[in-house]
């Protein structure tokens, strides 16, 4: 049987828990085609989302507006207007570039025929801006998040409703969002350039960021035969009754797949996010070209590591500087993913994206990769300072009121009432992350703080991960420690699987910081929105 995705909100709306769908068969015509019904790889233009001009400023704060809205683009060659969900019509979302230490508040308008909730992964924000799962805006509804943007790093917005996460974020529901230091970025001299502007969705001079600064969302994705997104073909995708996760057979950057970037012979920095469902990529290049690792998903490292290859499970963020001089005008270097285990391959899936030296730089390219980035705290002083250990165990087991197996932690589901840990407000712990399935890795995800990863089944973190950071990589058969300070709010957040499928269903538990007991949904709820008379931001 197929499943609509009309008829997927449906039963979701019955099931007001998890979606729990019968079990379809495995259909040829739809399923993710080994010869990609989508075209060639490196054939499509790299592409950069637009900047985000905030509606107003004041001393303090700037305020957005995004409504989230159906449009169509170009994801494939094959087909020009491909249907999406998307932030302002478009995935991925327009990027919000905001200053450290200025306040944004971002109006999350839903014009859409899906519930949403919007969280701002990476921000230290409120509980009730924290986009809880079950604080709902309905079709017609808006809300004002406001984000205090006390740290520089890569951030992403992206949906967080309850039980819908990953066919909301596959419809196109993800964006990223940059917290930059300018007197940090001053000092430092890594590449960046003069804004990039050209014609685009909010005027003819849109700003598109910095030349060498180059945002880089990755994401997979499904195509039906009309090249629509395909949300119910993939035997192994949300409808199978299995849960286990969602896979595309064509590998998107910035909503373009395998694109072709030119480049110029010099340093480029470029902010990876993997915005995907449920894929895990080891990523490494041609040529021999290496990638120079900056920062991880909360901001810079201590110093500079030179990889050939890294991991970048959903929802991780890395930076890294390329040097483009080393290769001749006409090098193509390509960007692959190295196949890693229990993600699902098709033909083309460990291709990503090419980057084609086009030219000599324009002007002299004056940037360099510091020895130095950022004074970070000796894990060693760390470990010193924890207080508490607790062990989260990461599984799948029957729960009661459930027929099949769910994903789990501690044994236990999603409840919004029920918190699995109750730290103190600045405690510090360590969190022991526990995967003893040989069958499957999850990238955990804790909301409101940054860890530092102490080990890997008692092996040092890789040389890439050590920093500040909010998801890891919980491979096969691996227990990762985490170490991190319970701030700066109190309040009850999440902790989940960042495969937003295992999330789903349900991988997730609430954790409050404090004394605070408020269910963040009742703090601030949404409010109508009026089209005709919209409400003054
Ligand atoms: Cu990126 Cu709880 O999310
Ligand atoms: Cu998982």
Redesign the pocket.
């Known amino acids: 049987m197929k499943i609509s995705r009309r008829d997927l909100m449906k039963y979701a709306a019955i099931a007001g828990g998890s979606v729990l769908l019968p079990v379809a068969a495995p259909q040829a015509a739809f399923g993710a085609d080994p010869n990609s019904r989508a075209g060639s790889p490196y054939t499509l233009p790299f592409r950069r989302p637009p900047v985000l001009p905030p509606v107003r400023s004041d001393g303090s704060t700037d305020y957005y507006q995004i409504i989230a809205q159906t449009g169509t683009q170009q994801f494939i060659p094959r087909k020009a207007n491909t249907t999406v969900y998307g932030y302002d019509g478009m995935f991925p979302g327009p990027l919000i570039r905001q200053r450290k230490d200025r306040q944004s508040v971002v109006r999350m308008i839903n014009n859409l025929d899906i519930p949403m909730s919007t969280?701002l992964?990476?921000m230290a924000a409120l509980p009730e801006f924290d986009?809880w799962?079950n604080d709902i805006s309905q079709p017609g509804y808006y809300k004002d998040y406001v984000y205090p943007n006390n740290r520089a790093a890569t951030i992403?917005y992206?949906d967080?409703a309850v039980h819908q996460?990953a066919t909301n974020v596959n419809l196109g529901l993800a964006g990223m969002y940059i917290v930059y230091d300018e007197a940090v970025d001053n000092t430092l001299n890594l590449p960046k350039g003069p804004d990039l502007m050209g014609p685009g969705p909010y005027g003819p001079n849109t700003n598109y960021g910095p030349a060498y600064d180059v945002p880089l969302v990755l994401h997979d994705k499904l195509f039906d035969r009309r090249g629509e997104v395909d949300f119910d073909g993939d035997p192994t995708s949300l409808d199978d009754g299995d849960f286990k996760d969602m896979f595309g057979d064509v590998i998107t950057i910035n909503g373009v797949a395998w694109p072709r970037m030119p480049v110029e012979r010099r340093k480029y920095r470029f902010r990876m996010l993997n915005a995907s469902i449920s894929r895990s990529y080891e990523l490494q290049m041609t040529r021999g070209a290496r990638f120079t690792m900056i920062a991880t998903d909360a901001g810079y490292r201590s110093s500079p590591a030179t990889v050939r290859r890294f991991i970048i499970s959903?929802?991780e963020r890395y930076e890294f500087v390329i040097d483009f001089s080393e290769f001749p005008i006409g090098e193509e270097i390509k960007l692959r993913n190295r196949s890693l285990p229990n993600n699902e391959d098709y033909n083309k899936t460990d291709d990503v994206m090419m980057f084609e030296v086009v030219s000599d730089p324009t002007t002299p390219d004056t940037s360099e990769v510091p020895s130095t980035l950022q004074l970070l705290p000796p894990l060693p002083v760390l470990l010193s300072q924890a207080q508490r250990t607790r062990e989260l165990r990461f599984g799948r087991d029957f729960v009661p009121g459930n027929p099949v197996e769910q994903w789990t932690i501690n044994g236990r589901v999603w409840d919004q009432n029920d918190m699995e840990a109750n730290p103190p407000l600045e405690g510090i712990e360590i969190w022991n992350l526990v995967n003893n399935s040989g069958g499957w890795h999850h990238p955990i995800?804790v909301?409101l703080l940054d860890f530092m990863l102490i080990d890997r089944n008692g092996r040092p973190a890789e040389a890439y991960e050590q920093g500040w950071k909010?998801?890891f990589y919980l491979g096969e058969n691996e227990t990762v420690r985490i170490i991190g300070k319970f701030g700066p709010h109190a309040g009850r957040f999440?902790?989940?699987c960042?495969n937003l499928v295992h999330?789903d269903h349900d991988m997730?538990r609430g954790f409050q910081v404090g004394n605070v007991s408020t269910n963040p949904s009742s703090v601030v709820p949404p409010q109508p929105y009026d089209f005709n008379n919209p409400p003054v931001l």
């Open positions: 969280h992964h990476g986009g799962a992403w992206h967080h996460t959903p929802a995800h909301h909010d998801v999440m902790f989940h960042h999330e997730m």
